[in-house]
């Protein structure tokens, strides 16, 4: 069975297919499957009069919005709404035709439901004007996702976003990652700055490249965030509603460049996430080389030796356009709850055209679902 929905003001579609059991759960409920961002704001309001324009991957229906379910917390990772579904990130929405040198119009959150993986009719659009914290008198223009985890404990995931403050070049640079802390109706309101004491800083480089993990063992999320030198500034969990972590320190071995270990944090599985540091950006599913750093007590402190993150082979969402397109890597994540990870990549072409698609755990061939980031244009 196919079903087939299309935003009006979209150049995209929805589409879901059922060939299995797994994909049969993800395509219940026809509006329900899929990861799209809207043009709506922080407060999940519906927008009520969606503009059109040509849909150049397909012809349908329209996917009005509706307010994000609200939920009563769980340990779901990507949960902002704690409903126990997990929801989608995506960074760099395509640009309207009309302006394709325009502002980066922010993050779009998808939001799994009760009846749905994910349904992109419950999203949010959010943005450095309607949530971002200001420096100073001063709002970012740069509003990127950078990770997602439960900072606070309070059973909603939180969403650790990239800024560009002003910066005179006296003295260290001002800390431009933030917290947008998940909640019953899940990313709302205005983020604070991640507080990052002195003891835990070093030298004149940005703080950057944070990453979630349980380091110490002791059941709260813990931030590991680049510092000059190759230095890491180790923030211990949990973090207060102010950004402020428990407790902080510096720690040698860094690069510039923290990831996560894949699949597990815990690599050798003795209670404590583990890190691993590179001197080169990687992109998601390319080949990597690294250092793993082992958790334990003292935080990602104890040399684990070379890491490796392999190459994986994604399937590549079927965008309907002429010309180059390139392929990368969104999530993996149940989404389906079959306890095994789905994957979701995003083909696109230029900044104007693109394409995600949603496949079944150990499928790549149709993807359970198809849409375009274009649903997130006012």
């Known amino acids: 069975m196919r079903t087939r929905i299309t935003h009006p003001k979209a150049t ?22 899929l990861l799209v961002l809207t043009g709506c ?61 325009g502002d980066d119009a922010g993050i779009g959150i998808v939001y799994g439901t009760e009846d749905s993986p994910l349904d992109p009719a419950a999203r949010q659009l959010l943005s450095a004007r309607a949530n971002a914290a200001k420096s100073g008198d001063t709002l970012p223009a740069a509003f990127d996702a ?23 070049g006296v003295g260290a640079p001002p800390v ?19 507080r990052i004491p002195a003891q835990a800083r070093f030298g004149k480089e940005w703080p ?14 813990d931030l590991a965030v680049t510092a000059s030198d190759g230095r890491i500034s180790f923030l211990r969990g949990p973090f207060a509603r102010t950004g402020a972590p428990a407790d902080a320190e510096l720690l040698p071995d860094g690069t510039p460049y923290l990831y996560a270990p894949e699949p597990k944090a815990d690599t050798d599985g003795d209670g404590y ?14 080949a990597a080389k690294g250092t793993l750093l082992l958790g334990s007590a003292d935080g990602p402190a104890r040399p684990g030796g ?38 979701v990549v995003r083909t696109y072409r230029g900044g104007r055209e693109d394409l995600v698609a949603l496949y079944a755990a ?17």
């Open 12 to 33: 995209a579609t929805v589409t879901a297919t059922t060939t299995t059991k797994a994909a049969a759960a993800l395509a219940a409920g026809c509006v329900g499957l």
């Open 41 to 101: 704001d922080s407060s999940s309001a519906a927008d009520p009069s969606p503009s059109t324009t040509d849909a150049k991957n397909s012809d349908s229906a329209p996917v009005p919005a509706i307010p994000v379910p609200r939920g009563e917390g769980s340990r779901v990772p990507y949960d902002f709404n704690g409903d126990g579904h997990p929801d989608l990130v995506i960074n760099d929405l395509v640009k309207a035709p009309e302006d394709p040198h």
């Open 146 to 168: 950078e990770a997602a985890c439960d900072l606070d404990r309070d059973g909603f995931t939180d969403l650790i976003v990239s800024t560009d403050p002003p910066y005179n």
């Open 176 to 194: 431009p990652l933030q917290i947008l802390f998940g909640s019953p109706e899940g990313l709302t309101g205005k983020a604070v700055t991640v």
């Open 208 to 221: 950057e490249h944070p990453v979630c993990g349980d380091f110490d063992g002791d059941g709260s999320t």
């Open 273 to 286: 996430d583990d890190l691993v540091a590179t001197a080169r950006p990687r992109t998601p599913g390319k």
């Open 306 to 343: 070379a890491y490796t993150f392999p190459a994986e082979k994604l399937p590549e969402a079927p965008l309907r356009t002429k010309g180059t397109t390139r392929t990368t890597l969104l999530s993996h994540g149940d989404f389906d709850g079959d306890k095994k990870a789905d994957t």
């Open 362 to 378: 150990g499928s790549t061939d149709d993807p359970v679902l198809t849409f375009s980031t274009a649903l997130f244009l006012p």
